[in-house]
């Protein structure tokens, strides 16, 4: 196995007397994607930016590149690109503007420069709007940008935070193909997102983060696997009657969760469960039959309240 490109053990950050990251261990293989999730609070912004340098560690151990962020924080950050989950674009230049501005921060050559351009604008499927000003883009367009602003110094290792939070579906997809197709080029990436179809499409591992630790690791596939069934039959009763249908539903899943207005019944077989439900004259208005998914997951490890 190659050396991790980032290694976690015991990694830890207080605020005060606040734990916000509370001794994980978890490490990063060069070429794969990797996500972070939970919901807010959970630490995964104190990770990032642990993993980023930009916050000192307070227990622990860390290494980027094989490198100690306290010593070698400015190694590691001419190695990394980083996309924000704000879009901190200069509205008034151009396209290829902001991308020159930012190679300049890297210290690049100007050819260099204007080589990386052109490349990146076709990556970023942006050729006809290189002399565009950037408040004239689209909100696709402008993500877009600036994940191929992230790119112009060749990274090891890209870290996008919410990468299409706001975007509508058509521009979250031309985005995933855009990240797809930087994974295969060989880029690692670490992803932090609320959106759990958008990390069963991108990362080969991730972490469910609650709470400041680690509830949970693995392959979307494996966590599905391990937390979840096969198979979710949702069923909707009339107004007042959902307590009377969970007890009358006890026993027939391998797990049965009441909701508000619905209750959710996990199962391998659905078949055979709404076979059973109907032989003993369960009444329902609507029923939904799905397969489990790594929403599912994260709701059962982290809950369902709401944090703000």
Not at 72 to 90: M, W, Y
Not at 220 to 243: C, D, H, M, N
Not at 250 to 274: C, F, H, P, Q, W
Request: aromatic residues 6%; charged residues 30%; glycine residues 8%.
């Amino acid at each position: 196995m190659p050396q991790p490109l980032v290694e976690a053990r015991g990694l830890t950050k207080r605020f005060g007397d606040f734990v916000a990251v509370d001794a994980i261990d978890f490490e990063i293989r060069p070429g794969e994607a990797f996500g972070f999730l939970g919901p807010n609070g959970a630490g995964k912004t104190s990770t990032m930016k642990m993993i980023t340098t930009v916050s000192p560690i307070s227990d622990g151990h860390l290494t980027v590149f094989g490198l100690e962020p306290t010593v070698d924080g400015a190694t590691i950050r001419s190695r990394l690109g980083v996309v924000p989950q704000e879009n901190n674009l200069d509205e008034e230049l151009t396209v290829a503007e902001n991308l020159y501005i930012y190679g300049r921060f890297h210290d690049l050559p100007k050819a260099t420069i204007r080589t990386r351009i052109d490349e990146l604008l076709a990556f970023a499927q942006l050729e006809e709007k290189r002399d565009a000003k950037v408040e004239a883009l689209s909100g696709g367009m402008k993500r877009r940008l600036v994940i191929a602003r992230a790119l112009i110094n060749e990274p090891s290792l890209v870290i996008l935070d919410e990468p299409t939070t706001g975007l509508d579906p058509q521009a979250r997809h031309v985005l995933w193909d855009r990240l797809y197709r930087l994974k295969q080029e060989g880029a690692t990436l670490i992803i932090t997102t609320h959106y759990m179809d958008e990390a069963e499409q991108l990362c080969d591992r991730l972490v469910v983060m609650d709470q400041g630790k680690i509830v949970a690791e693995g392959s979307p596939v494996e966590l599905i696997q391990s937390y979840s069934t096969r198979e979710v039959v949702e069923l909707r009763f009339a107004p007042g009657e959902v307590a009377a249908g969970v007890e009358r539903l006890d026993g027939m899943a391998k797990r049965i969760e009441a909701l508000a207005d619905r209750v959710l019944l996990y199962t391998d077989n659905s078949d055979a469960l709404i076979e059973h439900i109907h032989e003993a004259g369960i009444h329902f208005e609507q029923r939904l039959t799905r397969r489990s998914s790594l929403e599912d997951v994260f709701l059962h490890l982290t809950g369902r309240r709401l944090i703000d």
